[in-house]
């Protein structure tokens, strides 16, 4: 009878370990996300894995970024805010993807 309970009890423990992994993973990908949302690819880095990806996607955006703003944006007038809204595409795209790639991160 006592090693009938002791099996219960060591089932009932590994699926509350199970379920504490499970939010545990969950709680990691949303922090990461949030992060990432800041920042550009610092989630990869919170995340933990593809530490490569991360400093990839920082390097572009930040690249981009200062392209942008010290090239590209000053040859715009103020009556050009659709091309310089246009030119500004890229950036959003490599912010949001890299987003999407943190959110899909599995351990």
């Known amino acids: 009878m006592e090693n009938e309970e002791m099996r219960d009890l060591k089932r009932e423990i590994l699926k509350e370990i199970d379920i504490l992994r499970h939010e545990y993973r969950m709680f990691k990908v949303r922090v990461s996300a949030i992060a990432n949302m800041f920042i550009p690819g610092i989630g990869f880095i919170i995340y933990g894995k593809s530490y490569l990806k991360g400093i990839i996607t920082f ?49």
């Open 59 to 107: 390097v572009l955006f930040t690249l981009y970024n200062l392209l942008y703003f010290f090239k590209v944006s000053p040859q715009f007038g103020q009556g050009d805010m659709f091309f310089a809204i246009l030119f500004y595409i890229p950036a959003i795209i490599i912010w949001l993807v890299s987003t999407v790639m943190v959110l899909g991160l599995d351990d």
